[in-house]
């Protein structure tokens, strides 16, 4: 018990002052504290007086103490706190009316609540130049007051450490190493910096808008699975930068990636969809949304009527909503009679996310991310989280840096390879990664007693898969993964006795060859004893926004909304029922399925909503000479696309920030969001579009408020019950899938058949088509983001060392990738930590060209896709 303004308060031991105070609604001013960052107690300006002592004492790193007797506005605290800030602002430039920080700059707020006014001390100006070296960040360290949110934020919450503070003295400030420029140091340019700065020291570069956002909503980025929570700050009908939102228990908190805080400039592109256009005489021209409509609806009724529904494909998305996929695909079931539906993570693993929860019962779709800091140890497969989903690499980073080993399995180097207690880095072919899980689980049971309770109550099919592992010859695959034993061993050891986490990244989910990675991820998951313990799980990243939403509503070709296969009965009945009209039974076509189709004739109307499948796809020039063939092609999109650029009918939509919908992140976190500005032009809300065009096909109820559709969510899709109850975020239920299910559910141990290496003279390096941070999926909305152009980075193919010598080639060289499929040119970067007969060459850059290095038929087994090695040459 302590007494804060005469006000008696209880807390526990170890809350700060300060802490206590905030939790009594006593308001304390302060510019270096933050709650999600230590105490620092830089800025003294939190300070209060001990009433018993008479000392004063900074009230963020002071613990509170029985008995305590604080008094926060004393005529001695309100002097000294005038002291601090006048001392502040004499060193600070009198720029005000013109910084960027404008009302939201902390250190002008509380100079204004303390009446502080114009500099009245001798002027102490800080001649710090400003750096704009970088599209992305402004320092002008002018105005910087050494409250070090800004380095603290940097290792603290993004685990990075790029900057420290720099020089003694009146010459000290925060700085890189050798105090290099950011885009020569290793930032990744996240902006947790300037989200965390109080002043004007730290700003987000803009194009054209400089000064304070009229207003701000909050919203949800649309860039992938992690669903950050943000702020977007508005002037007119423009947004003009992003920022954290202060949503309480949101996934990122106050830190974003480089994509979600600078790529959103997108939005104000001159490549918009801005007005409906239809072919005529060959060529795109302006129309009404009645004309644009008129000819959707009148050509598919023809189509139809001639081809049948089999001759009709729907194409929706992976970055549209949960509502929009919904509606979607009702559409083109309930109206059209066609399953020939699909969306975009047809490319992302869909296929594979799918087979695994099936696999292990649904246990692993609800996963906290938080929950990775809280594990005993982590083991990551095939994955950079950096590059992909960066939020989530952040909570890796800081439980490495807290003691929680960290063992990555992986041939290509990478900031969580780098932060590894234990790096197993296998030869390039992705077979060598099942290998060496295989082989982990393998010397697991070896050296551990395993405990026959456990296994008999949570798993099946054990005993084959210790026949299995007992006649392993674990050297031999060590030799032909390219793995040390003795390396292999230590990883095992650490493993033992510990609870974990598993992460998948994009190499086993789509790598040809990836299925048996993640089936021996499973068994080594379930062999180390971490079924149905909390703080344990096997986590799948999730590249696309809305991917496993858009699965959930049954956007896909072989299940309804709800998971509910084509071939259930009863499922279809209830549905049937719910639509008000019979619906096809058999699967319908996979993404790639309708492109081949439309090649042989078969396909002859596509609709395609979000997407765009000619920079996407692999064999770029072969998926257009497909689209061209269609009798009818229809596109809903926000930008001028390649895909439009051919359309019969370009229906312009809306993006994320212009509508109201819902996303489900990979944690299986439903986020709502309303708009935050109006679509452009004559673009509509892609709801608005999906219920005008279903009443020009005669059908009534597809043009629903946005409330009435969400209430035949949750009635008809269980996973989504709580759909909108709660504001802005809700969670899905468990996963119902044919068998047991949820927290009862047997996993069962998954017979493993290895594939050997591949190796050809005529293509002798393995390239991975991999991912920057810079680009989401193809790229075709961070390709129309100024800063993203104009950060420099274009994609460059990274080799290593040895095989640069051994091709005679140097830093910048000018080089041909060369595939069984195709050609394409990059400049060459060495990379040092690269392995001899591997390449990386980063998707969604030049057009997303390296598509074009995979063939478009290369589905691999059962439909799950392979688009993420194969072999290549190397040509000067």
Not at 24 to 35: E, K, Q, S
């Amino acid at each position: 018990m302590i007494s804060i303004n005469g006000m008696k308060i209880s807390c526990s031991a170890g809350t700060s002052v300060l802490e206590a105070a905030e939790s009594a609604g006593v308001y304390i001013p302060r510019l270096c504290y933050h709650p999600e960052l230590k105490p620092h107690g830089a800025c003294r300006m939190c300070i209060v007086e001990d009433e018993n002592s008479g000392r004063l004492l900074a009230s963020c790193v002071t613990p509170v103490t029985h008995g305590m007797s604080i008094l926060t506005n004393t005529a001695g605290v309100l002097r000294h706190r005038r002291n601090i800030v006048r001392l502040m602002i004499s060193e600070h430039p009198e720029s005000c009316v013109v910084c960027s920080k404008g009302n939201r700059c902390q250190l002008r707020r509380v100079a204004a609540e303390l009446g502080v006014g114009e500099p009245d001390l001798y002027p102490m100006p800080n001649h710090s130049a400003l750096d704009q070296s970088n599209p992305f960040i402004i320092r002008d360290l002018s105005k910087c007051i050494l409250c070090g949110r800004c380095i603290r934020g940097c290792k603290e919450l993004v685990a990075q450490g790029t900057i420290d503070y720099s020089m003694r003295g009146a010459g000290s400030r925060p700085a890189t190493l050798y105090d290099h420029p950011l885009k020569e140091s290793s930032c990744t340019f996240c902006g947790t910096c300037v989200s965390l700065c109080p002043t004007g020291a730290l700003s987000q570069k803009r194009g054209v808008f400089s000064g304070t956002p009229e207003r701000v909503h909050d919203s949800i980025c649309g860039f992938c699975g992690v669903g950050c929570s943000l702020s977007m700050g508005i002037f007119g009908s423009t947004v003009v930068d992003v920022s954290p939102s202060r949503t309480e228990g949101s996934v990122n908190g106050v830190t974003l990636c480089v994509r979600g805080h600078f790529a959103h400039d997108y939005l104000n592109s001159k490549q918009r969809l801005l007005r409906p256009r239809v072919r005529k005489d060959g060529e795109q021209v302006s129309a009404s949304w009645d004309e644009a409509a008129s000819v959707f609806t009148q050509r598919l009724l023809e189509i139809k009527e001639k081809h049948g529904p089999s001759a009709i494909g729907f194409l929706g998305s992976s970055k549209c909503t949960n509502e929009e996929n919904y509606v979607f695909q009702k559409m083109a079931r309930g109206i059209l009679g066609t399953n020939n539906i699909d969306n975009g993570g047809f490319l992302c693993g869909l296929k594979r996310v799918i087979d695994f929860h099936r696999k292990t019962r649904g246990r692993f779709r609800n996963l906290r991310l938080s929950d990775i800091e809280k594990a005993e140890i982590i083991v990551i497969a095939g994955a950079d989280h950096g590059e992909t989903v960066p939020v989530m690499s952040y909570y890796v980073k800081r439980a490495a840096r807290n003691g929680v080993p960290v063992i990555v399995i992986d041939s290509l180097d990478s900031d969580l390879a780098r932060t590894a207690t234990v790096w197993l880095r296998p030869g390039p072919d992705r077979a060598n990664t099942a290998k060496v899980i295989h082989a982990l689980s393998a010397l697991i049971h070896r050296h551990n007693s395993i405990n026959q309770g456990y296994i008999a109550k949570v798993t099946e099919n054990f005993d084959r898969f210790e026949r299995e592992v007992r006649g392993l010859d674990i050297e031999t695959l060590c030799d032909t993964s390219g793995i040390d034993a003795g390396t292999l061993t230590e990883a095992a050891e650490l493993m033992s006795g510990r609870r974990g986490v598993f992460l998948a990244g994009c190499d086993v989910l789509e790598a040809n060859d990836g299925g048996m990675g993640l089936n021996t991820m499973i068994n080594l998951f379930l062999i180390s004893g971490n079924v149905g313990h909390p703080g344990t799980g096997i986590y799948l990243s999730a590249r696309e926004n809305n991917m496993l939403g858009a699965w959930d509503m049954g956007t896909v070709s072989d299940q309804l909304p709800g998971h509910m296969d084509m071939s259930d009965l009863s499922a279809r009945n209830l549905l049937s029922k719910a639509w008000g009209t019979d619906l096809p039974p058999d699967p319908g076509l996979s993404m790639a399925g309708m492109i081949e189709a439309a090649e042989k004739g078969d396909l002859k109307a596509l609709y395609i909503m979000g997407e765009n499948p000619l920079r996407a796809m692999p064999q770029q020039e072969r998926v257009q000479a497909a689209l061209k063939k269609l009798e009818l092609l229809v596109v809903q999109d926000i930008l001028e696309t390649e895909t439009v650029e051919i359309a019969d009918v370009v229906l312009p939509g809306a993006a994320q920030a212009e509508k109201s919908g819902s996303f489900t992140n990979m944690e299986g976190r439903v986020q709502t969001f309303t708009p935050a500005v109006a679509p452009p032009g004559d673009a509509k809300a892609d709801l608005d579009i999906l219920g005008l065009l279903a009443k020009g096909l005669g059908a009534s109820g597809y043009d629903k408020a946005l409330e009435k559709i969400r209430a035949e969510i949750r009635r008809v899709v269980p996973l989504y019950e709580s759909l909108g109850d709660q504001e802005h975020r809700s969670w899905i239920k468990g996963i119902n899938h044919t068998g047991s299910e949820g927290e009862g559910a047997k996993v069962s141990f998954i017979p493993i058949a290895l594939s050997e290496a591949t190796e050809d003279p005529v293509y002798p390096f393995m390239m991975t088509a991999g991912f920057k941070r810079f680009h989401a999926g193809s790229g075709t909305r961070t390709s129309h983001s100024e800063r993203i152009r104009a950060s420099g980075i274009d994609g460059d193919m990274e080799i290593s060392e040895a095989d640069a010598i051994m091709l005679g080639l140097h830093e910048g060289d000018r080089v041909r990738i060369v595939s069984e499929h195709g050609v394409i040119e990059r400049h060459v970067a060495i990379n040092t930590e690269m392995g001899q007969g591997a390449v990386f060459v980063p998707k969604g850059f030049s057009g997303n060209d390296v598509m074009n290095l995979f063939s478009l038929s290369h589905a691999g087994k059962e439909g799950i896709q392979g688009w993420l090695t194969c072999r290549v040459n190397i040509e000067q």
